[in-house]
């Protein structure tokens, strides 16, 4: 069973930085798609970026340029580097990992900024 535990979440002003990271555990190999996916109050659940195996990445359109997803094979854990942060921002961002066809999530973690 893999298990995902997010950090870093917090509340930041507009304009600031924080990184997400995600480790997971459980898995047995190497897992080839893992991403950050978040959802504001009252919205869908929204793809926010996501890496592929050797390091190919996508971002939604709204955090290109400000968001960058990367990882660590060795320790299966993602990271999530968000700069020039808007309150648009605000929601709890979910680490998710493919493996083997099934999609796993982490609990969330609350990203809050404030204007």
């Known amino acids: 069973q893999v298990q995902l535990v997010e950090s870093g979440g917090g509340l930041v002003q507009a304009g600031g930085s924080l990184r997400l990271s995600c480790a997971a555990s459980g898995a047995g190999f190497s897992i080839n798609v893992m991403a950050w996916y978040r959802q504001a109050p009252g919205k869908q659940r929204e793809l926010v970026a996501r890496i592929i195996g050797g390091g190919n990445t996508n971002y939604a359109d709204s955090v290109k340029g400000r968001f960058t997803i990367s990882r660590d094979n060795a320790k299966n854990t993602v990271y999530l580097q968000m700069s020039s942060l808007k309150p648009e921002d605000t929601a709890v961002y979910y680490c998710?990992?493919?493996?083997?066809?099934?999609?796993?999530w982490g609990k969330g973690t609350l990203v809050t900024v404030s204007s």
């Open positions: 998710n990992v493919l493996l083997l066809n099934v999609n796993y």
